[in-house]
């Protein structure tokens, strides 16, 4: 607002220019519809009534102050602008600028911006609502110390640190909602995501955790994959379940495996297994533990649903399988004793089958053959003893004797009719039977059968 005193006289419409100005500083006279106590008023200094004019901003519109109209003249003793544009204010400035300021403004704003700023802020700015349609700085940018830091020199952003030591360096607990990315296709170097746990002798390592759907199971609400001491731990909240040690070994149910692959299951009266699956078939192997009672393994083959056995094959594809030796030397090599135990109803066959595919019966059939591994002599041969309710019933000794052991009963010969004796194929001399057509014992002797009694 202007300040003029009176002696001077304006008519409406006229222009306030420096040459009237300057005039009505000295004596003025206004009209008496110059003042209208709304664009303008009259006011008393110094004890004299009515001695000075207050131009209010309603009643500056545009152009009615000139180019350089005012120069260091002051405007309500604490304004002054000066022939350059600058405007200074010893009190503030209070009111609404519309349009656009150009040149540097030094000092606090309270209120709104509304337009470009172009130029250096320097200070603080407090409150205030909208957007940055284009913002473009330079130099360093610092919000409440360590709330954001951007680092202009090494090109770094700092959120909670006031000196970011990456590009990105967040100090605290952060939130992405949506997919994080780290690296692109193609990049060189690859994307790297490290996650650092405690200091020196800490237990506790980087973790990750997934968290399950809050409103699909109440058990475990999440899942997690950290680093402990010197392992790596994949599991549910409050469990382990599988564990990958220093060593490169695995453990499923334990923190500590032993071997390349170790499956352990604390539970009483049950069995740990592993299932292998295919369509409708399952390889399990399991381990079975019950306190007082005869701890064994398992191979079973079965079908899925575990309600049937399914044929075992070993060693489809051809090679050897050793029992109690690594290094078999036949289809199975047994190192120790083997038991067949013959259980089933009294009408089913259980026993040993050795079948031949060969098409020569003597050098194709097949054999039950005694040697002798060790390394020092065998007195006698090696002998092939047969044997039933512990004790030997059929012995075939090194030399070929034969030795057939009872004291309730005899040997009994192949027995049949003539007709069936005569149909023999090839027999060979020395072959007996008992002709129970004649009820006679036959020897076959020099190409014929003879009756040998």
Request: net charge negative; aromatic share 8%.
């Given at each position: 607002m202007g300040v003029l005193t009176t002696g001077y006289t304006f008519s409406t419409g006229d222009q306030v220019t420096a040459s009237r100005l300057n005039a009505a500083v000295s004596s003025s006279t206004f009209q008496p519809d110059a003042v209208d106590n709304i664009t303008t008023q009259l006011i008393s200094v110094g004890g004299v009534s009515n001695s000075k004019i207050v131009v209010k901003d309603l009643?500056?519109?545009?152009?009615?102050?000139a180019s350089d109209a005012v120069g260091t003249n002051q405007?309500?003793?604490?304004?002054?602008?000066?022939?350059?544009?600058?405007?200074?204010?010893?009190?503030?400035?209070?009111?609404?600028?519309?349009?656009?300021?150009?040149?540097?403004v030094t000092g606090n704003i309270t209120g709104n911006v509304t337009g470009d700023v172009t130029g250096n802020i320097t200070?603080?700015?407090t409150g205030g609502t909208g957007s940055f349609t284009t913002l473009a700085a330079s130099g360093d940018v610092t919000f409440d110390t360590t709330t954001l830091k951007v680092d202009s020199t090494n090109n770094r952003v700092g959120i909670g640190t006031a000196s970011p030591a990456v590009p990105l360096d967040v100090n605290g607990s952060a939130r992405v909602?949506?997919?994080f990315f780290v690296g692109t296709d193609d990049t060189d170097p690859h994307g790297l995501l490290e996650v650092y746990g405690g200091g020196t002798g800490q237990n506790e390592g980087g973790e990750i955790k997934l968290r399950t759907a809050a409103d699909f199971?109440?058990?475990?609400?999440?899942?997690?994959?950290?680093?402990?001491?010197?392992?790596?731990r994949i599991g549910r909240s409050g469990s382990a379940d599988v564990v990958l040690n220093s060593s490169g070994n695995v453990g499923i149910g334990t923190a500590t495996p032993e071997h390349s692959l170790s499956v352990f299951k604390d539970s009483a009266a049950a069995r740990t297994e592993i299932?292998?699956?295919?369509?409708?078939?399952?390889?399990v192997l399991g381990?079975?533990?019950?306190s007082g009672v005869a701890q064994y393994s398992t191979i079973q083959s079965t079908n899925n649903a575990e309600t049937g056995a399914q044929s075992l094959a070993l060693q489809p594809d051809g090679g050897n399988v050793g029992i109690g030796t690594a290094t078999p030397s036949r289809l199975l090599t047994v190192a120790g004793d083997v038991e067949v135990n013959v259980v089933g109803s009294s009408?089913?066959?259980?026993?040993?089958?050795?079948?031949?595919?060969?098409?020569?019966?003597?050098?194709?059939?097949?054999?039950i053959q005694a040697t002798h591994a060790g390394t020092g002599s065998l007195t006698g041969g090696y002998w092939l003893k047969f044997n039933a309710n512990s004790a030997d019933k059929f012995t075939v000794r090194g030399d070929g004797r034969t030795e057939i052991s009872s004291t309730t009963g005899g040997v009994i010969m192949p027995r049949m009719t003539t007709t069936q004796m005569n149909a023999i194929s090839s027999p060979a001399n020395g072959e007996m039977i008992y002709n129970t057509t004649d009820n006679k014992f036959y020897g076959y002797a020099n190409g014929a059968w003879v009756a040998l009694h």
């Open positions: 009643g500056i519109t545009q152009d009615k102050i405007l309500a003793n604490d304004v002054v602008i000066s022939t350059s544009g600058s405007i200074t204010t010893t009190s503030g400035f209070t009111g609404s600028v519309t349009g656009n300021v150009t040149g540097n200070g603080n700015v909602v949506g997919t199971d109440s058990t475990y609400d999440h899942y997690f994959i950290d680093a402990h001491q010197d392992d790596l299932g292998i699956d295919n369509t409708d078939q399952r390889l381990s079975y533990f019950e009408n089913t066959s259980k026993g040993i089958v050795i079948n031949s595919s060969g098409t020569n019966f003597e050098s194709d059939a097949g054999i």
